[in-house]
C-alpha cells in the first residue's frame, strides 16, 4: 500500500473557548500495511460531532481527551481493503470510531460490519448511528416518553433533534423545539413534523417563548444545549416531567464552570428527575432503534437530513461550522472524493 | 367546649429574607363545639418542618401557600375529645395536618389513628412520621440505595437526616454528611453510626471535605441543603450517581432565584440522575416504612433525639431556631403543658 497517501487531521493545539483552525493540522504519511489480526480501512464518510469540543480539552472525562501531535478520533464509515482479520474480508462496509483521515488501520475492536446498504451509507453515522440511537435512548430508556406527552428539544434541527422530534410525533407527542435560524424552523415545521418551533437566537424572552410552543408545560425535556434554553425549559416543566440531559453545547468552550440553571427549587416542588447519559451505555436499546429506524423510514416516517462537506481538508472547518450551528440535520465529511 | 380556650398562632406578615418573630401573632379564641361528621382534638404535640418557610411565601407551590390573619398548618399527634364523627372515638389518639393551637376542629380528612403507643406519641410527628418516611422514600423509591454504596447526607442530623444515616448503615453502606457545629458531629458519629461526618460552617473546602469524607466518591447524595453543598456533593459523585433532592434549606430564604450547581456536565460524563420529591406521592412505601421502622427500633438499630419545646406561645421561636440549624435531631413543641 506503500504507494497510498493517508492524509489526516491532527490536533496541533488545545483551543480555549471557541474552537480555532489553528487547533487542526494537516498531515501525510504512507499508509501502513495491516499486521496479522488487523485490517485497512478506506475510510469512506466521517462524522463531526459536538461531544468532539470536550474531547479538545486536557480533561477527565468518560472518554480520553485527543492527544496534541496526534490523529483525531471520529465516527467513520469505510470499505475494507486489505485484511488480515479473521472477521474481515476485503470489501467488507463496517462502521465504528477510526481517525480523522483516509485510512485507518484497525483491529476491528467496536467496528460493525455495514449489512444493510439499502439506505445511503453515511446514513450509519446519523440517522442509523450514535445520534439517531442517541435520540431513542434519551427519550426512552432515560426519559421513559409516554404515548400523547408534550415533548421539548433544544437544538431540534440538529442530528440528534431532527430525530428525536421525529420518534416523539410517532408516539403521537405535542413536540415543540428551538433552533438557530428561520430555514430550521421552516425545516422543522414542513419535514421533521414538529408542531412548533421558534428562534432563540431572535427570542425576546426564551422562557415566554417556550411557554407559547408549549402551553400544557413539558413533559419530557430533551436538552441538547444546557445555560439559558435549559434554565427555561426548566420553568416549564409539568409535575413529573424528566428531563433527559443529552449535550450542553453552550457550555462546551467555558474556560471555567458555569453555574446550573436558577430555581432549582422547582425539582422538588414539581418532582422532576434530571438525567445525564450516554449513548454507549446502552447497546441493547441500541441494537433494537436500528431496527425499528429502518422500518420507519421505508414507511416514510423519518426522514434525515445531512450536510455532507467534500474532503478531509475540509473536515476542520466542517467541525466549527457545526459548533456555531451552521450544519442542517447532520454533519458529514466526504473522504472519498478524489 | 365554651370554657376551652384555644390559643393559636397565626400568620402576621409574610416574612422577606430570614423568617422573624413579628410575622407572628397569638390570638386566643374559645373552643367551638364540632358539627355533625366533625371532631375536637386535643392537640399534644406539633411539628415545625423546614417546608413551612415556603408556604410562608405568597407563592404558587405543590401546597397553598398559609394566609395572613388564619392560623398556621402543621402535623400534630392529639387526642380527640369530642367526636361526631363514625371512624373516631372519644380518647382516640390521631396524626395529621391541624393547626398551629391547642384544639382543633377535623372533619377527619388525613387524619391517621395512632394505633402503637409503644413509643412516645411525639415519634409519629418525627421517626414514624413525616421526616422518617421522607428519609425511606427518598433512600429507596428515588434514589434506589443498594447494598453497600457509598452516601452522603447534608443537614445530616436533622430530623430527616439522622433516619437516612440510619437506613443507609443498614444497607452495608458507608455513611458520611455534613451539620453546623461539633456537637452535631459527635452525635452522628456516636449515636447515629455515621463513618464520617464534618462541619460545614469551619471547613474551608466543602468540596475538599466531602472528598475526604467519601474517599471513593459519593454513590447516593440525600440532599436537604442546596448551595454549596449540593454543588460540592455533585463533584464528589460517581459515575451512574443519583441525588435524592428532597430540601434546600439554604435557598428557602431568597428573594430572587438563585443559580444552580456550577459543573452540571458532570451530570452527564458521570450520567448522574437528580430526582426532586415529596414524600405524599409515596403512601405505599411510607405504610412499609412504619412497619419495618418499628422493627428496627425494638431492635435498637434505628435511634431517636427530639428538641421539644414546651408550649404553644414558644412555636415561632422553635420554627426560627430550626431554620437557624439550633436544633439536634426532630423539633417538636409540646403543647399540653398547662
Request: a negative charge; aromatic letters at 8%.
Given at each position: 500500500?506503500?504507494d497510498?497517501?493517508?492524509?489526516?487531521?491532527r490536533?496541533?493545539?488545545?483551543?480555549?473557548?471557541?474552537?480555532q483552525?489553528?487547533?487542526?493540522?494537516?498531515?501525510?504519511?504512507?499508509v501502513?500495511?495491516?499486521?496479522?489480526?488487523?485490517?485497512?480501512?478506506r475510510?469512506?464518510f466521517?462524522?463531526?460531532?459536538p461531544?468532539m469540543?470536550?474531547?479538545?480539552?486536557?480533561?477527565?472525562?468518560?472518554?480520553?481527551p485527543?492527544?496534541?501531535g496526534?490523529?483525531?478520533?471520529?465516527g467513520?464509515?469505510?470499505?475494507v481493503i486489505?485484511?488480515?482479520?479473521?472477521?474481515f474480508a476485503?470489501?467488507?462496509?463496517?462502521?465504528?470510531?477510526l481517525?480523522?483521515?483516509?485510512?485507518?488501520?484497525?483491529?476491528?475492536?467496536g467496528?460493525?460490519?455495514?449489512?444493510?446498504?439499502?439506505?445511503?451509507?453515511?446514513?450509519?453515522?446519523?440517522?442509523?448511528?450514535?445520534p439517531?440511537?442517541?435520540?431513542?435512548?434519551?427519550?426512552?430508556?432515560i426519559?421513559?416518553l409516554?404515548?400523547?406527552?408534550?415533548?421539548f428539544?433544544?437544538?431540534?434541527?440538529?442530528?440528534?433533534?431532527?430525530v428525536?422530534?421525529?420518534?416523539?410525533?410517532?408516539?403521537?407527542?405535542h413536540?415543540?423545539?428551538?433552533?438557530?435560524?428561520?430555514?430550521?424552523?421552516?425545516i422543522?415545521?414542513?419535514e421533521?413534523?414538529?408542531?412548533?418551533?421558534?428562534?432563540?437566537?431572535?427570542?425576546k424572552?426564551?422562557?415566554?417563548?417556550?411557554?407559547?410552543?408549549?402551553?400544557e408545560?413539558?413533559?419530557?425535556n430533551f436538552?441538547?444545549?444546557g445555560?439559558?434554553?435549559?434554565?427555561?425549559?426548566?420553568w416549564?416543566?409539568?409535575?413529573?416531567?424528566?428531563?433527559?440531559?443529552c449535550?450542553?453545547?453552550?457550555?462546551?468552550?467555558?474556560?471555567?464552570?458555569?453555574?446550573?440553571?436558577?430555581?432549582m427549587?422547582a425539582?422538588i416542588g414539581?418532582?422532576?428527575?434530571?438525567?445525564?447519559?450516554?449513548?454507549?451505555d446502552?447497546?441493547?436499546?441500541c441494537?433494537?432503534f436500528?431496527n425499528?429506524?429502518a422500518?420507519?423510514?421505508?414507511?416514510?416516517?423519518?426522514?434525515?437530513?445531512?450536510?455532507?462537506?467534500?474532503?478531509?481538508?475540509?473536515?476542520?472547518?466542517?467541525?466549527?461550522?457545526?459548533?456555531n450551528?451552521?450544519?442542517?440535520?447532520?454533519?458529514?465529511?466526504?473522504?472519498?472524493?478524489?
Amino acid at each position: 500500500m506503500s504507494d497510498l497517501v493517508n492524509r489526516q487531521v491532527r490536533l496541533a493545539s488545545r483551543p480555549t473557548g471557541w474552537v480555532q483552525p489553528e487547533n487542526f493540522e494537516m498531515a501525510d504519511e504512507a499508509v501502513a500495511e495491516p499486521a496479522d489480526g488487523e485490517i485497512l480501512v478506506r475510510n469512506i464518510f466521517m462524522s463531526v460531532d459536538p461531544y468532539m469540543r470536550g474531547r479538545m480539552n486536557d480533561a477527565k472525562s468518560y472518554v480520553p481527551p485527543f492527544q496534541i501531535g496526534k490523529v483525531l478520533q471520529a465516527g467513520v464509515v469505510g470499505q475494507v481493503i486489505a485484511s488480515r482479520h479473521d472477521d474481515f474480508a476485503e470489501g467488507d462496509y463496517v462502521s465504528g470510531m477510526l481517525g480523522w483521515e483516509k485510512f485507518s488501520i484497525s483491529n476491528g475492536e467496536g467496528l460493525h460490519k455495514v449489512i444493510n446498504t439499502d439506505v445511503p451509507l453515511s446514513w450509519y453515522l446519523g440517522i442509523l448511528g450514535m445520534p439517531g440511537m442517541t435520540a431513542w435512548v434519551g427519550l426512552t430508556e432515560i426519559a421513559g416518553l409516554k404515548e400523547g406527552e408534550s415533548v421539548f428539544v433544544s437544538a431540534a434541527s440538529g442530528a440528534v433533534g431532527s430525530v428525536v422530534g421525529q420518534i416523539a410525533k410517532i408516539y403521537n407527542c405535542h413536540v415543540a423545539g428551538c433552533a438557530g435560524s428561520d430555514e430550521k424552523l421552516e425545516i422543522l415545521k414542513s419535514e421533521f413534523g414538529y408542531d412548533e418551533a421558534f428562534n432563540y437566537k431572535t427570542s425576546k424572552s426564551i422562557p415566554a417563548s417556550i411557554a407559547a410552543a408549549c402551553p400544557e408545560g413539558i413533559d419530557v425535556n430533551f436538552e441538547n444545549v444546557g445555560g439559558d434554553i435549559f434554565e427555561a425549559a426548566m420553568w416549564n416543566m409539568r409535575p413529573f416531567g424528566r428531563i433527559a440531559l443529552c449535550g450542553m453545547i453552550a457550555n462546551y468552550n467555558d474556560e471555567e464552570q458555569q453555574p446550573g440553571p436558577r430555581g432549582m427549587m422547582a425539582i422538588i416542588g414539581k418532582r422532576l428527575t434530571i438525567r445525564g447519559f450516554i449513548v454507549s451505555d446502552h447497546p441493547k436499546a441500541c441494537g433494537e432503534f436500528v431496527n425499528k429506524a429502518a422500518g420507519w423510514i421505508a414507511e416514510g416516517k423519518l426522514k434525515y437530513r445531512e450536510t455532507i462537506a467534500e474532503g478531509i481538508d475540509n473536515a476542520p472547518a466542517a467541525f466549527i461550522d457545526m459548533l456555531n450551528g451552521r450544519n442542517i440535520g447532520k454533519q458529514i465529511i466526504r473522504l472519498d472524493d478524489d
